[in-house]
C-alpha cells in the first residue's frame, strides 16, 4: 500500500514538473511574441513620424486627389474614350462638383493625427508581417520553411496591389457616383471631410484586404480545408459572387466600370485555384514517395 502511494506521488511531482515547464514554455513564447510585436510597433512609430514630416504631400496629393478631375484614373478614362467612342461619353468625367466641409473644432487636427497613423500602419504592414514569419519560423520544419520562405514578399505584393487597385480603381469611380448621387435636385451634397477619408480608407484597405485572397487560400489548402476540385466545381458561384462585390463596390450605371473592378478579381480567383492545385499535387507526391518506400 506504501509503495503505491510513493509511486503515486513521484508520478504527481514527474507531472507537475511537465506541466510547469509547458507553461514556461508558453510564457517563454509569450515574451518572444511581444519582443517581436514591440520590434514593429517601434518601426510603425517611425513611420508616422514620417507621415507627419509629409503631411501636405498625403492630403493634397494622396487623399484628396481622387476628388479632382484632373486624377490620373479619369483621364485614363477620358483618353479610352477617345480611342473606343462607342464607350459612350458618360465615361469620361471632367467635372467633379464636390463641396467638403469640417464641422467639428479639434476635426482637422483630428483628422491629420488618424491620416498620418493609418499611413504609418499601411507602409509598415510589410515589416509587421516580417515579424510574424520570424516567430512562426522556428517552428517549421526545414521542408516547410522553404515552402513558406517567400509568405511576407508574396503577401506584401499582394496588398500593394490590392492598394493600388482599391486606390486607382475602386476609390475614384465610387466617389465620383457618390458625390454626383442625388434622390432629389433640391438636395445639395455636402460631405464632411471625415466621411470622405474614411470612404477613402475604407475602400482602398478593403481593396488591400480582398487581394489577400490566394494567402488565405494557400493556408488553408495545407491545412487540407480548401482543394482545387472544390473551388473549380464553385467557380459559377464564385464569379457571381465576384459581379455582385464589384456592383456594390462601384455602384455606377454602367457595365463597364463594373467589369473593370470584377476581373482583377476573377484573376485572384483563378490564381487561388493554381495555388491550391500545386498544393495538392505536393501533398500527393510526397504520400507516393512515402507509401512507394
Known sequence: MSNN???DLIDSIKNKGKN???EMSFFDHLDILRKHLLRALAVIVVLVCVAFYFTDFIWHDVIMAPKNADFWTYRMMC???EAFPSIGNEFCITDIKAKIINTEMSGQFTL?????????IIVGIPYL???IWLFIKPALLENERKSASGFVAFASILFALGLLFGYYLICPLSINFLI???????????FTISSYLSTVLTLTLGSGIIFQLPVVIYILSKLGIMTPKFMRSTRRYAAVLILIVAAVVTPTADPYTMLIVAFPLF???ELSIIISAR???KKQKAELAFYGK
Open 267 to 269: 484573376l485572384l480567383y
Open 79 to 81: 483618353k479610352l474614350v
Open 5 to 7: 502511494k510513493a509511486k
Open 129 to 131: 508581417l516580417f515579424e
Open 279 to 281: 498544393i495538392e499535387k
Open 180 to 190: 454626383n448621387y442625388t434622390v432629389d435636385s433640391s438636395i445639395e451634397n455636402t
Open 112 to 120: 491629420q493625427m488618424n491620416s498620418c497613423v493609418m499611413a504609418g
Open 20 to 22: 510547469l515547464e509547458a
